[in-house]
């Protein structure tokens, strides 16, 4: 079987069905390939479960969070932005709201309504949509590019020839939703130079890590990554202690630089401050308070008062933890240690639990302003195969949003323009 179309998106995820919207939408003919049974399945477990689908900062505050250089993506970003996205969601039947951190989520809290409606959408405005289609190469044949697939399950490779072709088949990450890095091979096929790659967000692990300390969650929190004992990044926010390690958003934040930095041989440790709003002259004058309070003195208190005094600066289920983590713990050192808690990372989940994947189809090689390869001008590339990932708070799913949307619009505009050429010529 071989058939033609104009343009082919290789992924039904949120860049995919994007660059599918806005292709369609300028008027040409979209046909989507999608290795899972119907799209959008990772985005039903972002936001866990909830979907995190932009953060409405501008774009002063919103490229601090994009990664490694965010005027890439400035381009993607002004030309379906934030606000857009919020819009055509809003537009497509799925009402949103602004919680903390300004981000925003569907207001029925669930991810499956956004990825049904962007399916819906999209179909409806006419495309051809494949599933358990799994690509096996693109070729360029002449003016065409061939791409070859087999549905789930077997049966004989299918070939469907296009005048562009939009790769957006994510990273490395949660391999199970079918990110299995297809892309990165299509990518290498034309010559493309893949960066290194490493989970980002993701958890960390400390060395000999307390079991107690799973499941407890703490807001307000300081956090200090060192790396060969140099401190290279400052947080403030939630953090959790899970079973994989320290996450929550500030651990997420933290996440990138600590996984580079062991995947490299580096030392990486984590300064947990308990209390980020006191000083430690304040934190010492508190705990004198507290100490007299309770009908004792800093040189009489014993263990028993002591983790009682524990519990009004941390929440019960931590007070066990930290003071096995401190021997020789008193009402000296208390305050120094509620500021600098030490953690050593020895290691970090990996794709099969990171949220995103750092590295990619290189920057070097893409033009900005289209999303089009400059090594065949049929070929774009949206989402997380390219090497673009941002912070936790939604920022991901944009850059795929604005990845997908200039991708898709740009190839229908080239496509339609030589159209135009041919025609008056």
């Not at 082919?8 to 806005?22: C, L, P, T």
């Not at 034309?190 to 960066?195: Q, S």
């Not at 990372?345 to 995103?356: K, M, N, Q, W």
């Amino acid at each position: 079987m071989s058939t033609h179309t104009d343009i082919v998106v290789i992924g039904g995820g949120a860049a995919g069905m994007m660059a599918a919207i806005k292709a369609l939408q300028e008027g040409c003919d979209v046909t989507v390939l999608e290795k899972n049974p119907f799209c959008g399945k990772k985005i039903n477990i972002t936001g866990k479960g909830r979907c995190n689908i932009t953060n409405t900062r501008p774009w002063q505050e919103f490229s601090a969070h994009i990664h490694p250089n965010s005027q890439f993506f400035r381009s993607a970003f002004y030309g379906f932005s934030n606000q857009d996205t919020i819009e055509l969601i809003n537009a497509i039947g799925v009402p949103t709201v602004e919680t903390q951190g300004k981000r925003i989520f569907p207001e029925s809290m669930s991810a499956r309504d956004v990825s049904r409606a962007l399916q819906s959408y999209m179909e409806d405005l006419g495309a051809a949509l494949l599933c358990d289609a799994d690509v096996i190469a693109v070729k360029r044949d002449g003016d065409s590019l061939v791409t070859t697939f087999c549905r789930t399950g077997g049966g004989l490779p299918e070939a469907v020839s296009s005048e562009a072709v939009i790769v957006a088949t994510g990273g490395l990450s949660y391999p199970t939703t079918g990110s299995t890095g297809a892309g990165y091979d299509i990518a290498r096929s034309f010559g493309h130079t893949i960066t290194e790659r490493f989970p980002s967000l993701t958890a960390l692990k400390p060395r000999r890590y307390d079991l107690d300390l799973q499941g407890i969650e703490l807001e307000n929190v300081g956090l200090v990554l060192y790396v060969d004992k140099s401190p290279v990044q400052v947080e403030e926010g939630d953090l959790s202690f899970t079973d994989n390690g320290i996450e929550g958003s500030i651990g997420y934040r933290v996440s990138r630089k600590a996984v580079w930095a062991l995947s490299h041989g580096q030392k990486v440790e984590l300064e947990l401050d308990l209390k980020p709003a006191l000083n430690l002259e304040k934190l010492e004058a508190r705990i004198s308070r507290e100490i007299a309070a309770i009908g004792s003195s800093r040189s009489t208190i014993g263990a028993t008062k002591l983790r009682g005094l524990l519990r009004t600066f941390m929440p019960q289920a931590l007070v066990k933890p930290f003071a096995d983590s401190h021997p020789g713990l008193g009402a000296d050192n208390l305050a120094a240690a509620l500021k600098s808690w030490i953690f050593k990372i020895d290691s970090y989940t990996g794709y099969e639990r990171c949220v995103v994947t750092a590295g990619g189809v290189s920057q070097k090689e893409i033009i900005a302003k289209t999303m089009c390869s400059k090594l065949d001008p049929g070929l774009y590339f949206a989402g997380e195969v390219l090497d673009l990932d941002g912070d936790t708070g939604g920022y991901n799913l944009q850059i795929a949003f604005s990845t997908g949307a200039l991708a898709g619009r740009s190839a229908a505009q080239r496509i339609l323009n030589s159209r135009l050429v041919s025609e008056e010529g």
